[in-house]
Nanobody, 124 residues
Framework: QVQLVESGGGLVQAGGSLSLSCAVSGRTASTVSMAWFRQAPGKEREFVAAISRRFDNTYYADSVKGRFSISRDSAKNTVYLQMSSLNPEDTAVYYC?????????????????WGQGTQVTVSS
């Protein structure tokens, strides 16, 4: 059983930066494809970024491309989401997800395990 615990959320001003962490237990982080999703109030959960198990290929939603960066530290069994140039539209609960597939996906249904989420609030 894989367990995911997010941390690093908080309140930040527009234009600021924030780094989220997702601690993986029950399986080595390098053996799963990982992703970040987010859900704003009243909206559906949406894809943000992913990193594949195979080759560590990365993928981003158009809305965050160039501002967010996903990475993996296998030694710490942790996946990160570095966010910069934040704007109020980035306000949401951010969720970490894991899949045993070697390939990353943008689809929620392709992920087997989910964290509880961490709140990110960007003030204008």
């Amino acid at each position: 059983q894989v367990q995911l615990v997010e941390s690093g959320g908080g309140l930040v001003q527009a234009g600021g930066s924030l780094s989220l962490s997702c601690a993986v237990s029950g399986r080595t982080a390098s053996t799963v494809s990982m992703a970040w999703f987010r859900q704003a109030p009243g909206k559906e959960r949406e894809f943000v970024a992913a990193i594949s198990r195979r080759f560590d290929n990365t993928y981003y939603a158009d809305s965050v491309k160039g501002r967010f960066s996903i990475s993996r530290d296998s030694a710490k069994n942790t996946v990160y989401l570095q966010m910069s140039s934040l704007n109020p539209e980035d306000t949401a609960v951010y969720y970490c997800a894991a899949s045993v597939s070697p390939y990353a996906s943008r689809r929620l249904a392709d992920y087997d395990y989910w964290g509880q989420g961490t709140q990110v609030t960007v003030s204008s």
